[in-house]
T-cell receptor, first 112, second 111 residues
Framework: KQEVTQIPAALSVPEGENLVLNCSFT??????LQWFRQDPGKGLTSLLL?????REQTSGRLNASLDKSSGRSTLYIAASQPGDSATYLC???????????FGDGTTLTVKP | ETGVTQSPTHLIKTRGQQVTLRCSSQ?????VSWYQQALGQGPQFIFQ???????GRGNFPPRFSGLQFPNYSSELNVNALELDDSALYLC??????????FGPGTRLTVL
């Protein structure tokens, strides 16, 4: 059974800091890994998708890496801003039939 | 805005009742997935529909069922509601298993 763990559960940083969010998973037989952002009471917004054969993806100030052999992914946020405050979730997709396992998220607060 | 809409926004039911939640997919998407998200936890995959057929299911009992219509809108039906069914229900549409676009969710409270 796939298990996804995100550490830390909560993180508070001053504006401008670079930060790393961690995601670990127990079964390396994955289809892809995705990082999402969720604002309070809202749906999820897809940030980055890394295919099983890829090592990293970048979008603007965000960079996600994937190491299947160690069962780890990291989300790097450069020059954090107050608008980045949200819960960040990683999800591992096991097949192309959408069978996914989500972590419980890291709640990020960026203080002005 | 993702173009995925869900209705209703909030819903209150009592234990034992049945509920139907609706999702309208983003135009052109042929795949819809449903998730249950309890407070403070990540979403849990319920099932996925591809071209009106269920093609993947998580660890949810048969009283959770769904439909996808020819216009790719979708329904999630839950029978015999239990208190633990209280959660945010999310649908997500996509073109196959690429990037998923989530709706805002339906908050279900079971009393």
């Amino acid at each position: 059974k796939q298990e996804v763990t995100q550490i830390p559960a909560a993180l508070s940083v001053p504006e401008g800091e670079n930060l790393v969010l961690n995601c670990s998973f127990t079964d390396s037989a994955i289809y892809n890994l995705q990082w999402f952002r969720q604002d309070p009471g809202k749906g999820l917004t897809s940030l980055l998708l890394i295919q099983s054969s890829q090592r990293e993806q970048t979008s603007g100030r965000l960079n996600a890496s994937l190491d299947k052999s160690s069962g780890r992914s990291t989300l790097y946020i450069a020059a954090s801003q107050p608008g980045d405050s949200a819960t960040y979730l990683c999800a591992v997709f096991r097949t192309n039939a959408g069978k996914s396992t989500f972590g419980d998220g890291t709640t990020l607060t960026v203080k002005p | 805005e993702t173009g995925v809409t869900q209705s209703p926004t909030h819903l209150i039911k009592t234990r034992g009742q049945q509920v139907t939640l609706r999702c309208s997919s983003q135009s052109g998407h042929n795949t819809v997935s449903w998730y249950q998200q309890a407070l403070g936890q990540g979403p849990q995959f319920i099932f996925q529909y591809y071209r009106e057929e269920e093609n993947g299911r998580g660890n949810f009992p048969p009283r959770f069922s769904g439909l996808q219509f020819p216009n790719y809108s979708s329904e999630l039906n839950v029978n015999a509601l239990e208190l633990d069914d209280s959660a945010l229900y999310l649908c997500a549409s996509s073109w196959t298993i690429d990037t998923q676009y989530f709706g805002p969710g339906t908050r279900l409270t079971v009393l």
